[in-house]
């Protein structure tokens, strides 16, 4: 389909019904109202539409997409149609035995099997009855793919390239972007995966040649593409346009409207233009407008020291507004000390940290405390590792924030590096600025990061000794097929090698979130829950809004999004 979506001339002037006026005298009425415009709010309102349902989503900021617009995108879904059509085997029992294995008893089991129940058919019912399109990443395996019901191949979909012609530019220019240094080139994770590997194995090779081309023929015939979280954002919003949803820019979540008489939350208050408006809800209010990590008192109140709300990836506006209705109107919280950790570095004059995924995996480059220690598996599922580095911190009372991250010049000539290919120069102002540390001798590094000297050229000396071998004897580095995702094919251990070709280079490591992880306690039909675990009627969460049904843990790539979008199919099957 290639037409323009319906009900595009007005974002922000949409109407529900009007019973005794409407928004010109302060009052609108829809059967849902959605607050938030990430994944799980566009994932309920398309699930409110294709219920019948008149559906309004307020978001608070200019730009509609949440923290899903920035991200990768991938959805985590186990037993999806996708993994049959791969001939992957999975099933409910699989994936149990797999979630009980991660996640285990942390959060109640109805929560794990409404998930495991109805995440396929979500996918399913897109699929068929809108525009949201996804693909199997085949070989981005779970995070622990040994344990019991892990897959290596893996169960995360990431959703197909999106042409933005197919938004009217006024949608295009309301969507928020992520603004990733890809060069102009459209990369899904499948590609990033090989280009990572471009100076080093003939599939990296084949695969920039491939994007390269792919480029060109867009550029050639118009199109805009996008992919990862654009794309999924993307696609839900046109979704919602063709299926005649409503959304409002500038429209924060002001107050829950609560009935005390029918004891059920009716609505909700916002305000647009400076004017307050009361947007009822026959049926109920799903809260989808993220957690509290903009927040920096809550981050202080909930969140392990240090913490900081410069350190996480998610964008403005994410400041507890669903937390604070919720606990308001009395509901109960879980995982309030929880983020979904994402080792991050923050680069002087960025608008937002640099996520470190790939980079710790490659070989020839280390991780280490503020003694010059190594304290994990440096390739470790990303919120393993921030969870180690408060650990590290509590039990050895070594500073990890930031932690160190070392690398050798052989590497940087390898491998793509904070979004610089294989071999390009650090820019001169993160030289210039101390940012980025160098030296000629390992021993000099330490100088300029105050670590350990003789510390830091033990651990190396131990590192390389292991890298000869093969086999990280006190981390397992490599050991995993998740490690290995990201590593070098062409070495006995992807994940290792000495680490000994000057110069060096030092990089600051902090514990980086993609969003908090903690949030409103909720049920197996997503309905918010109060302390003596009765049901607020009328009131429903999802996404990082409602506390994790994955816990304590992180089983797959998509699994922030997975249950994100699932959840909220969930509430807006149950309130219809």
Known sequence: MTEAPHNTSGTDGERGTRPGGGEDDGTVEYDVVVAGSGAAGLAAAVTARLRGLSVLVLEKTGLYGGTTALSGGAVWVPDSFHLSAAGLGDSRAYARAYLDATVGDRVPAQRKEAYLEHGPCMVREFHDHTDVRFVHTDGYSDYYPERPGGFTRGRSIEPEVFDLRRLPAAERRRMRRAHLPTYGLTITSYDFRHLNMAARTWAGRRTAARVGLRALRDLAAGRKPVALGEALVARLRLSLARLGGHLWLHAPLDELLYDEGAGRVTGARTHRAGRPVEVRARRGVVLASGGFSRNQALRDRYLPAPTSAGWTATPEGQDGDALREGLRLGAAVDLMDKV???????????????????????PGMIIVDGRGDRFVNEAAPYHEF???????????????????????ARSRARYVFMGLLPGQPFPRPMLASGFVRKASTLREL??????????????????????????DL??????????????????????????DKPPYYAVPVLPGDLGTKGGLLTDARARVLREDGSAIEGLYAAGNAAASVMGETYPGPGATIGPAMTFAYIAVNDLA
């Open 386 to 408: 921030v969870d180690a580095m408060y650990a590290h911190r509590e039990a050895a009372g070594a500073e990890t924030a930031p932690s160190w991250l070392v690398v050798d």
């Open 474 to 499: 006190d981390f397992g580095r490599g050991a995993s097929v998740y490690d290995n995702y990201y590593g070098d094919p062409t070495l006995p251990n992807p994940n290792l090698a000495v680490l």
């Open 340 to 362: 979904w950790g994402a080792p991050s570095v923050v680069p002087p004059g960025s608008a937002a940290p640099f996520f470190l995924v790939a980079e710790r995996a490659i």
């Open 446 to 471: 330490a100088g300029l990061t105050g670590l350990d000297p003789d510390r830091l050229a033990g651990t190396v000396e131990r590192f390389n000794a292991f890298a000869r071998e093969g086999k």
